[in-house]
Structures are given as structure tokens and as C-alpha cells.
């Protein structure tokens, strides 16, 4: 209990109380050391007449609100490919954790490989289409798709995996009994098989709109947040802020509202999730 | 959650197959490229 009790201190509360502190304050770095001064809730004050803001929070909400529900919908789907496929089932079960268990840095070569103005194979395919050159990174609509794109491509997996391992874990009776008593297999899908699967969808949601705020890696190293600020979403913002800046203390503000936003949306979002799908009773 | 059905179904195996080449084909290719000479 204590050292648990130490650890949590130590890398838990003592960091946030730290952020908290750091929200209220102007941090200058100066002669080697950083200088705080308290500040009040000016820092907060800044966050909504800055249009970056907002823009950022605007790109976030249109990139999770895509990635999420794409990513829920083709894991379960593959999961359930995978449950009833005879022939593939070995490979698919093998193959489909790759993407996965790519680094980040891995995951934006691989697909600056694909989709670059010079040397992707996407346009080259689409060319021998007769399609013209698409500006998958360099537009501003282009770029947000491609970063979609990577990110569905790159988590659908682990989707996949939670909602695959949820669907063995459905007893083979509970399916025999529903089939005895007529159901279809849609029936029995719609019934029996996404009510069992409502925890592990609503984990899945959760995991995946966390890792939607989190995200970083691939878009920072795709395009930058560019052109211009179209995929500049929250988490390359605070970056920019907190390194480019180094006005720690707005950084700060804006990272705290960041969280608190996503704890609210999660916590509503989980409480909807447990309330529409409530496991049947057996 | 697998019963006793056995059967191949094509609108299950080739949406799985089109699926997992799509999984698969940005890492081949940067694989294809990684053999090459002049990379």
C-alpha cells in the first residue's frame, strides 16, 4: 500500500498538482532557471479569444468523431469475419494484430510511402487509372483524410482484438439456444451476439476517443499539423505552445482544459453506453 | 462464439481476404522498397 501510495504521489498527483500550479502562473525561463509568477485565470481567459484554439478543438472533434466510430465499426466487423471464416481464419488472426504492433515513427514512414507526392505508390496506381495526381498530404481536406485514414488503418486492430476476444468469450449454448428457438443469424447477431458485445465495444470507445485526443506521432511526423493548421489537432497545439513558444503556463491551461473535456465526454459517453446497451439477461 | 457451422461462405472469406490485404499492403510495400538497391 505504501510504496503504491509513493509511486502515485510521485508520478501521478505531484505532476498534475505541478500542471494545476503551472496553469495559473506565467513560467519565464530565464538565465538557466524557470521564473513563475502567479497569474490568476488569465492563462484561461486567453484559451477562447484564441483562434488556434479552436481550430485545433474544431480538427479533434472532426478527426474523433470519424476515427472512432470507423475504427468500432470495422473491428467488430472483422472480428466477426474472423469468428466465422473457415478459410482465413489462421492468417487473419495473425495478420490483422500487425498494424498494431508498428511503432508510430514506423507506421508514418510506411505510409508517407504511399501516399507522398514523389514517391507514393497510391498515385502511381491511381495514375495507371487515368486518375490525375491527388493531394493526399499537401491539400488541406487531403491531408485531414490521409491522417484519418493512418490512424483507422493503424487502430483498427486493437478494436479488433478486444472485440474478438469479448466474442469467444460468448458461450456456443447461449447461440444454440437463440437457433433452437428460431432465431436468424441476424437475428442472433442483433439479439444474442452485439448485446454480450456492448462492455467490450464501450471499453473499445473509450480507449479509442482517449487515444483520439492523444494522438500525435503520425500526424506530426506525416504532415506537421499542415498545411497550414488543417491537422493541427489539440495535442500538436499544446506542443507548439509548450516548445515552439515556451509559454508554459498557457500550455499548461490549455492541456488542463483538454483533459478535463475529455474526462467529461468520456464520463457521458461511458454512462450513455452502459445505459443503451445493458448486458441481457440470461 | 463458433458453433457447429463449418461451411465456406464467400461473403465471409473474401471480404476477410480484401480486408486483411489492405492490413497487409502498406507494410509489404515498404518491405518491397527495403530490398531495393537504391533505397
Do not use: C
Request: aromatic share 10%; charged share 15%; proline share 6%.
Amino acid at each position: 500500500m505504501l510504496p503504491d501510495g509513493v509511486l502515485l504521489i510521485l508520478f501521478a498527483v505531484y505532476p498534475t498538482l505541478q500542471l494545476i500550479r503551472m496553469a495559473f502562473s506565467i513560467v519565464r525561463f530565464e538565465r538557466g532557471q524557470f521564473i513563475w509568477s502567479y497569474a490568476g485565470p488569465a492563462n484561461f481567459v486567453r484559451l477562447p479569444t484564441d483562434p488556434i484554439v479552436w481550430e485545433s478543438v474544431s480538427k479533434s472533434v472532426i478527426f474523433i468523431a470519424t476515427t472512432v466510430p470507423l475504427t468500432l465499426l470495422l473491428g467488430t466487423a472483422l472480428a466477426l469475419l474472423v469468428d466465422r471464416s473457415v478459410l482465413f481464419v489462421g492468417v487473419a488472426r495473425n495478420v490483422l494484430l500487425w498494424p498494431a504492433l508498428v511503432a508510430p515513427v514506423v507506421v508514418s514512414v510506411i505510409w508517407l510511402l504511399v501516399l507522398s507526392p514523389n514517391i507514393g505508390v497510391l498515385d502511381k496506381l491511381l495514375a495507371t487509372l487515368g486518375w490525375p495526381e491527388q493531394g493526399w498530404l499537401g491539400d488541406p481536406a487531403g491531408a485531414m483524410f490521409s491522417v484519418i485514414l493512418v490512424d483507422v488503418w493503424h487502430w483498427t486492430s486493437i478494436v479488433f482484438l478486444l472485440v474478438y476476444t469479448a466474442l469467444k468469450g460468448i458461450p456456443a449454448d447461449l447461440l444454440e439456444a437463440g437457433r433452437l428457438d428460431g432465431a436468424s443469424e441476424s437475428q442472433a447477431l442483433r439479439y444474442i451476439v452485439l448485446p454480450l458485445l456492448g462492455p467490450a465495444l464501450a471499453t473499445a470507445a473509450l480507449i479509442r476517443l482517449v487515444m483520439g485526443v492523444k494522438v500525435f506521432d503520425e500526424m506530426y511526423l506525416l504532415t506537421q499539423g499542415g498545411p497550414g493548421t488543417a491537422t493541427t489537432l489539440v495535442s500538436l497545439y499544446v506542443r507548439d505552445v509548450f516548445f515552439d513558444r515556451l509559454d508554459l503556463g498557457y500550455g499548461a491551461a490549455f492541456s488542463l482544459a483538454i483533459v478535463v473535456a475529455t474526462a467529461a465526454v468520456a464520463f457521458a459517453a461511458f454512462a450513455t453506453i452502459r445505459h443503451v446497451s445493458r448486458p441481457v439477461q440470461v | 462464439m463458433r458453433t457447429n457451422r463449418r461451411r465456406v461462405n464467400p461473403f465471409v472469406e473474401i471480404p476477410l481476404a480484401l480486408m486483411v490485404l489492405i492490413m497487409v499492403l502498406p507494410i509489404a510495400w515498404m518491405l518491397v522498397l527495403s530490398v531495393q538497391p537504391d533505397w
